[in-house]
C-alpha cells in the first residue's frame, strides 16, 4: 500500500494552495479558488498517512475534499505534478503568486517585467529597481519603479497577523515539518504563539540540533516558504504562502533552554529576567545563563533557568510583564492554573433548533466522544430572531428532545439558553421559564453602540437580578473586527461580585472575551468562571482550548472555574433559582 512522509503531504498541499492563489489571481470563481484553500488545509491537518486514503478511494471521507478535489489529490500524489497546476502556470507570468503581492503590481505589469526584464520574484523585481532598470520598460517610469520599491518594503515590514487559532495551526504544521528533519533534536513553538496571544504577528520556533545550518536549509525546502526575507547560518525569515512571517533559530543543545526562555517571553518579560540575572551576578545573554566567573550553568529545562534566578517557574501564557516575575519573586504565582484536561463540561452549545449546524444528539454524541461528563445546550432566545431565537413554544419542544437524546448518550444533556440581555438590562424569558433551566447565559446582541453610561446601567441591571446567570462573551468583542462594548468595566464587576453571577471566558476564536486583563480583574473581586466553546457546530467543541489559553493568561486557577466540577456539583453552583 502507498504511503505518504509529512513532506509529501505538505508536498501536496502546497500544489492545491498554489492552484488556489492562481485562481484567485486569475480571477472568475472565487468559491472554487476557496475550496482548493480549504483542501489544502484540510490535507496539511490529516493526522494519519495521506497514501491509504488515495489508495482506497477514500479521500471525500475528509471534511472539506469532495470529488473534484479528491482527483487533484490523488494525481499529485500518485505522478508528483498536478495537470491543472501546471495549466494554470502555462497561463500566468511566472513568480505570479510572490510578484501579485507587491502594491501597484497588476497581472498584466508583472508580465511585461517577466519579457522585459526576466523578473521571476519580489528579490529579483527588487534588485531590478534598485539598479533603475524598471523605469526603462515601456509603461514604467522613475516614479512608478520608487512605487514599486516601497511597495517592496512594505511588504517586507508588514507580513500579516493571525488569530490565535491560525497561529496555532500555521504553528503545529512548521512544527512537523521541522521534526521530520533527522537533524532536529527537539523543537518548540515559541513567541506570541506559545504565550497564546489572541493575535500573532509572526510564527517563531527554538530548534536544538547540532547541525544549524542543516535545520535551516531543511525549513526552507518547504513547500509553503514564499520568499526568503532574511538568512543566516542558524536562522532564517520568511514569508509563507498567505503573507505571514516565520522565524526559525537553531541552536546547540546547551542553548536551547536560553534561546526558548528569550523568543518566548515579551520583551519587557525577558528584560527584567536579565536584569534580575544581573543582580544576582550572573548574565542571562542570547543563548546562555552564566555564573559569576562566566562558566555557562547546564540548564535541563526552563524551570531550572527560573530557579536559578530565584523564581518560580512562569508558565509561557503568563510572561508579559504585568506582575509575574514579582509575584514570582515572591512565591505568589498561582501554581495550579487551568489546564484543558480538568474541563469535565462543555457550556454555551447551539444546535440547529437555532444557529447551529447539528442536532441536540449529534451534539451530544460529539461531546461524549471528546470524553465529557456534560454538555449545555443553550440556543438563542426570541429577541435574537435573526439567528432563529426560540419562542416558549419551540423551547419547550426542545426540552423534549433533549430528553430523548439523553435516553441515547451517556454524556449528561442540561437544558439552557443563552439569554438576550435587553437595552433595558432585563433577560427576554420571564423567570417562570428561566427557573426550569439548568443554566442560563445572559448575553448582549444588540444595541452595541450605546453610549458608556447607558451600556454600564444596562450590564448592572443585568448582573443584579435574581437568577443565577453566566456572562456571555461579556464584552461582545470580535478579534481584530468589532472592539468591545463602551462600559466602566470594573463598575459591572463590582455589581457581578455582589449577585449571583459568573463569567464566561468565550472560547469562540474570533470573540476571545473577556480578554486576560478584565479576567485578573474579576478574580480579584473572588469571581467563579465558566469557560465555555460557544460551539455551533460539533466541530466548535474543541474551542474550548482557546477558552482554557485565555484563562490561563487571566492567572486562573483550576478551583475557580465551576466546569471543572461534576455534572451535579456544576447544577448546583449555577441552577438560575438559587
Known amino acids: 500500500?502507498?504511503?505518504?512522509?509529512?513532506?509529501?503531504?505538505?508536498?501536496?498541499?502546497?500544489?492545491?494552495?498554489?492552484?488556489?492563489?492562481?485562481?484567485?489571481?486569475?480571477?472568475?470563481?472565487?468559491?472554487?479558488?476557496?475550496?482548493?484553500?480549504?483542501?489544502?488545509?484540510?490535507?496539511e491537518a490529516l493526522a494519519g498517512d495521506l497514501g491509504p486514503l488515495v489508495a482506497d478511494s477514500r479521500l471525500t471521507t475528509v471534511p472539506g475534499i469532495g470529488a473534484a478535489l479528491a482527483a487533484q489529490i490523488a494525481?499529485?500524489?500518485?505522478?508528483?505534478?498536478?495537470?491543472?497546476?501546471?495549466?494554470?502556470?502555462?497561463?500566468?507570468?511566472?513568480?505570479?503568486?510572490?510578484?501579485?503581492?507587491?502594491?501597484?503590481?497588476?497581472?498584466?505589469?508583472?508580465?511585461?517585467?517577466?519579457?522585459?526584464?526576466?523578473?521571476?520574484?519580489?528579490?529579483?523585481?527588487?534588485?531590478?529597481?534598485?539598479?533603475?532598470?524598471?523605469?526603462?520598460?515601456?509603461?514604467f517610469g522613475e516614479k512608478t519603479e520608487k512605487r514599486i520599491l516601497d511597495g517592496i518594503a512594505q511588504l517586507e515590514a508588514r507580513g500579516q497577523t493571525l488569530l490565535l487559532h491560525e497561529a496555532l495551526q500555521t504553528s503545529e504544521l512548521l512544527e512537523a515539518w521541522l521534526r521530520a528533519s533527522s537533524d532536529a533534536v527537539h523543537v518548540d513553538v515559541a513567541g506570541e504563539t506559545r504565550r497564546r496571544s489572541e493575535t500573532v504577528d509572526q510564527i517563531e520556533l527554538a530548534v536544538s540540533s547540532r547541525n544549524a545550518s542543516a535545520v535551516v536549509d531543511h525549513f526552507l525546502s518547504l513547500p509553503q516558504v514564499a520568499a526568503v526575507l532574511e538568512r543566516e547560518p542558524d536562522r532564517c525569515r520568511v514569508r509563507l504562502a498567505g503573507g505571514v512571517q516565520a522565524e526559525v533559530e537553531a541552536v546547540e543543545p546547551a542553548a536551547h533552554v536560553p534561546t526558548l526562555v528569550r523568543m518566548t517571553g515579551s520583551t519587557a518579560h525577558y528584560e527584567k529576567l536579565q536584569a534580575r540575572a544581573a543582580a544576582k551576578g550572573m548574565s542571562l545573554t542570547e543563548r546562555a545563563l552564566s555564573s559569576r566567573g562566566g562558566r555557562a550553568v547546564s540548564l535541563a529545562d526552563e524551570a531550572a533557568l527560573y530557579r536559578r534566578l530565584g523564581l518560580q517557574y512562569i508558565p509561557p501564557e503568563l510572561r508579559e510583564d504585568?506582575?509575574?516575575?514579582?509575584?514570582?519573586?515572591?512565591?505568589?504565582?498561582?501554581?495550579?492554573?487551568?489546564?484543558?484536561?480538568?474541563?469535565?463540561?462543555?457550556?454555551?452549545?447551539?444546535?440547529?433548533?437555532?444557529?447551529?449546524?447539528?442536532?441536540?444528539?449529534?451534539?451530544?454524541?460529539?461531546?461524549?466522544?471528546?470524553?465529557?461528563?456534560?454538555?449545555?445546550?443553550?440556543?438563542?432566545?426570541?429577541?435574537?430572531?435573526?439567528?432563529?431565537?426560540?419562542?416558549?413554544?419551540?423551547?419547550?419542544?426542545?426540552?423534549?428532545?433533549?430528553?430523548?437524546?439523553?435516553?441515547?448518550v451517556k454524556v449528561r444533556l442540561l437544558r439552557g439558553t443563552e439569554s438576550d440581555i435587553l437595552a433595558n438590562g432585563a433577560l427576554d424569558y420571564p423567570d417562570r421559564v428561566l427557573e426550569q433551566l439548568d443554566v442560563v447565559i445572559a448575553s448582549i446582541h444588540n444595541r452595541y453602540r450605546m453610549g458608556e453610561d447607558e451600556m454600564t446601567r444596562r450590564l448592572v441591571r443585568a448582573m443584579r437580578l435574581p437568577v443565577f446567570k453566566i456572562w456571555g462573551h461579556a464584552l461582545g468583542r470580535y478579534v481584530r473586527s468589532r472592539p468591545p462594548i463602551a462600559c466602566r468595566v470594573e463598575e459591572v464587576?463590582?455589581?457581578?461580585?455582589?449577585?449571583?453571577?459568573?463569567?464566561?471566558?468565550?472560547?469562540?476564536?474570533?470573540?476571545?472575551d473577556m480578554e486576560p486583563r478584565w479576567i485578573r480583574k474579576a478574580r480579584e473581586r473572588g469571581l467563579r468562571f465558566v469557560i465555555s466553546t460557544d460551539a455551533h457546530s460539533m466541530r466548535a467543541l474543541r474551542n474550548v482550548r482557546y477558552g482554557v489559553a485565555m484563562a490561563r493568561r487571566g492567572w486562573v486557577r483550576k478551583g475557580e472555574v465551576l466546569n471543572t466540577q461534576g455534572v451535579d456539583a456544576f447544577r448546583r453552583a449555577v441552577r438560575p433559582a438559587q
Not at 31 to 37: C, D, I, N
Not at 332 to 347: A, F, K, M, N, S
Not at 381 to 394: F, V
Open 322 to 408: 504585568e506582575g509575574e516575575i514579582e509575584a514570582a519573586a515572591a512565591n505568589e504565582l498561582p501554581e495550579d492554573l487551568i489546564e484543558e484536561q480538568d474541563v469535565r463540561g462543555l457550556v454555551h452549545c447551539h444546535t440547529h433548533y437555532s444557529d447551529g449546524k447539528h442536532s441536540v444528539e449529534e451534539m451530544a454524541r460529539a461531546a461524549e466522544e471528546l470524553g465529557m461528563d456534560y454538555i449545555t445546550i443553550t440556543d438563542h432566545s426570541p429577541t435574537a430572531h435573526y439567528a432563529g431565537g426560540l419562542n416558549e413554544d419551540r423551547l419547550k419542544r426542545q426540552w423534549d428532545d433533549i430528553a430523548r437524546a439523553q435516553e441515547k
Open 75 to 139: 494525481e499529485v500524489h500518485r505522478t508528483g505534478r498536478s495537470s491543472m497546476l501546471e495549466r494554470l502556470r502555462a497561463e500566468l507570468p511566472p513568480g505570479i503568486v510572490d510578484l501579485i503581492q507587491v502594491p501597484h503590481l497588476s497581472v498584466e505589469r508583472i508580465a511585461l517585467l517577466h519579457r522585459a526584464l526576466g523578473i521571476r520574484s519580489v528579490a529579483e523585481l527588487k534588485a531590478a529597481a534598485e539598479a533603475g532598470k524598471v523605469r526603462g520598460v515601456k509603461g
Open 1 to 43: 500500500m502507498t504511503t505518504t512522509t509529512a513532506a509529501d503531504r505538505f508536498a501536496v498541499a502546497a500544489a492545491l494552495r498554489e492552484i488556489a492563489l492562481l485562481l484567485e489571481v486569475k480571477g472568475g470563481n472565487r468559491f472554487r479558488a476557496r475550496a482548493y484553500e480549504r483542501g489544502a488545509r484540510a490535507v
Open 493 to 512: 464587576l463590582d455589581a457581578a461580585a455582589e449577585s449571583k453571577v459568573a463569567v464566561e471566558v468565550n472560547g469562540d476564536p474570533h470573540r476571545l
